[in-house]
Nanobody, 126 residues
Framework: QVQLVESGGGLVQAGGSLRLSCAAS????????MGWFRQAPGKEREFVAA????????YFAESVKGRFTISRDNGKNTEYLHMSSLKPEDTAVYYC???????????????????WGKGTLVTVSS
């Protein structure tokens, strides 16, 4: 079992940047692949980014490629989502998630994660 707590959400103007953090506790963090998902008002939750347990591979949704980066610090049991050039359409609740296995594609991560945080709200004003 692993517990995930997101932080760093808030209000930012379009074109700005924000960094989300996800702190993990419980079982050894370094064995889990980690990801970020988001859910905008009235929409389904969607995949944003993922990173393998070692940090060696990363995956991104097409909508955020070139603007978002994902990283992790296994020594601090924390993963990060660095968001830049933010757009109003990035407004959503962002969720941290963990998977017991490293997967090979964004689609695989999108199909299911094992553990979820409660989310942090990001609002991008125009």
């Amino acid at each position: 079992q692993v517990q995930l707590v997101e932080s760093g959400g808030g209000l930012v103007q379009a074109g700005g940047s924000l960094r989300l953090s996800c702190a993990a506790s419980g079982r050894v963090f370094s064995i889990y692949a980690m990801g970020w998902f988001r859910q905008a008002p009235g929409k389904e939750r969607e995949f944003v980014a993922a990173i393998t347990s070692s940090g060696g591979s990363t995956y991104f949704a097409e909508s955020v490629k070139g603007r978002f980066t994902i990283s992790r610090d296994n020594g601090k049991n924390t993963e990060y989502l660095h968001m830049s050039s933010l757009k109003p359409e990035d407004t959503a609740v962002y969720y941290c998630a963990a998977n017991k296995r490293n997967l090979g594609s964004p689609e695989a991560y999108a199909r299911g994660m094992d553990y979820w945080g409660k989310g942090t709200l990001v609002t991008v004003s125009s």
